[in-house]
């Protein structure tokens, strides 16, 4: 069964990968197993780059950044430079797999 992710980002993130997938293999009318292998695929591919840009999978980590995002979101006057920095590097490292992303869809 194909799982569909509340964020409708990441299951197009999750489609635009498995198509691409699909189409460098040649395969144009997959059957259902492959359609569901593919989509297992991608999503390992997403997870992976997901986990790579948040960076280790440290709980106290991910906790920061987590703070650290909503302090500059909710109160950006009392943040620091540092901290907006922070911010904004894992943006970037989004906003970049999204449009690696679309580049892939294009091709």
Same mark, same amino acid.
């Given at each position: 069964?194909?799982a569909?992710?509340?964020?409708?980002?990441?299951?197009s993130?999750?489609?635009?990968?498995?198509?691409?997938?699909?189409?460098?293999?040649?395969?144009?009318?997959?059957?259902?197993?492959?359609?569901?292998?593919?989509?297992?695929? *991608?999503?390992?591919?997403?997870?992976?780059t997901?986990?790579?840009?948040a960076?280790?999978?440290d709980?106290? *980590?991910?906790s920061?950044?987590?703070?650290?995002?909503?302090?500059?979101?909710?109160?950006?006057?009392?943040?620091?430079?540092?901290?907006?920095?922070?911010? *904004?590097?894992?943006?970037?490292?989004?906003?970049?797999?999204?449009? *690696?992303?679309?580049?892939?869809?294009?091709?």
């Open positions: 069964m194909t569909v992710y509340r964020s409708r980002v990441i299951d993130m999750i489609a635009t990968v498995a198509n691409s997938l699909l189409r460098e293999s040649g395969i144009n009318s997959p059957t259902k197993n492959e359609t569901e292998e593919v989509r297992r695929l *991608a999503e390992t591919i997403i997870q992976e997901v986990d790579t840009l960076g280790p999978l709980d106290l *980590a991910y920061t950044l987590t703070d650290v995002t909503d302090l500059v979101a909710s109160d950006p006057e009392t943040a620091s430079i540092d901290q907006i920095r922070e911010v *904004a590097i894992a943006l970037r490292g989004l906003l970049d797999l999204r449009e *690696a992303l679309t580049e892939v869809g294009q091709r």
